[in-house]
């Protein structure tokens, strides 16, 4: 089945600070989402995004279909950034499948 | 209005025990999920309903039983479950059945706990 690795798997920051978070996906799709998920467990999706380029405020994502791969962008971070972001990629019928994760955690 | 309610937050309940998630959708969409959240590990996908039919069941154990009552509505009925399946159960709904392009928006989870 399709992989899905998320880089880094934990990022620390201070507030301020910009960052990048990579998704690889190992065959191609036709979703791609990223989300966040908060210490409570919430997930709040940020993009869907299969290909191209989204911004929404501070965060920013590109999706380049063709070389299999999403970049999630968070500039001037915040302590209400932390969380674990997820990318998650359907190849069929409405399934989703889950990258390994990015853990943030933004520091005053 | 992009909600997405589960109940209830928290169930502590033992092996013998037998009870229901319940999630709740009023956006329109015409497919829910099931997902299965272990600590430290991304979501599961459990089961999927399109059009209140299930179109997908993830090879998950009989002690777990999905249903669609009707199109806004999705319970999880457990029974005889066991203390790795304590977890964090998601529901999530998107607009359309039956394919690969909707967002999906999940709902704030429970937290099971089998003693």
């Known amino acids: 089945g399709i992989q899905v690795e998320q880089s880094p798997p934990d990022l620390i920051l201070q507030e301020g600070a910009n960052s990048t978070l990579r998704c690889n996906f190992s065959?191609?799709?036709?979703?791609l989402q990223w989300f966040h998920q908060n210490p409570w467990g919430q997930l709040i999706n940020l993009f869907y995004?299969?290909?191209g380029t989204k911004q929404n405020g501070r965060l920013s994502a590109t999706t380049v279909a063709t070389e299999r791969y999403s970049l999630l962008y968070i500039s001037s971070s915040q302590t209400t950034d932390s969380g674990v972001y997820f990318c998650?990629?359907?190849?069929?019928?409405?399934?989703?499948?889950f990258g390994t994760g990015t853990r943030l955690q933004v520091f005053p | 209005d992009t909600e997405v309610t589960q109940t209830p937050k928290h169930l502590v309940m033992g092996m013998t025990n037998k009870k229901s998630l319940k999630c709740e959708q009023h956006?329109?969409?015409?497919?829910m999920y099931w997902y299965k959240q272990k600590a430290k590990k991304p979501p599961e996908l459990m089961f999927v309903?399109?059009?209140?039919?299930?179109?997908i069941n993830e090879s998950v154990p009989s002690r777990f039983s999905p249903e669609c009552p009707n199109s806004s509505l999705l319970n999880l009925h457990l029974h005889a479950l066991q203390p790795e399946d304590s977890a964090l159960y998601l529901c999530?709904?998107?607009?359309?059945?039956?394919?690969?392009?909707?967002?999906?928006?999940f709902g704030p989870g429970t937290r099971l706990t089998v003693l």
């Open positions: 998650a990629v359907g190849v069929w019928a409405d399934k989703l499948i």
């Open positions: 995004i299969p290909s």
């Open positions: 309903y399109s059009y209140e039919k299930l179109s």
């Open positions: 956006m329109g969409h015409r497919a």
């Open positions: 999530a709904s998107s607009q359309g059945g039956g394919g690969t392009t909707d967002t999906q928006y």
């Open positions: 065959d191609s799709v036709n979703n």
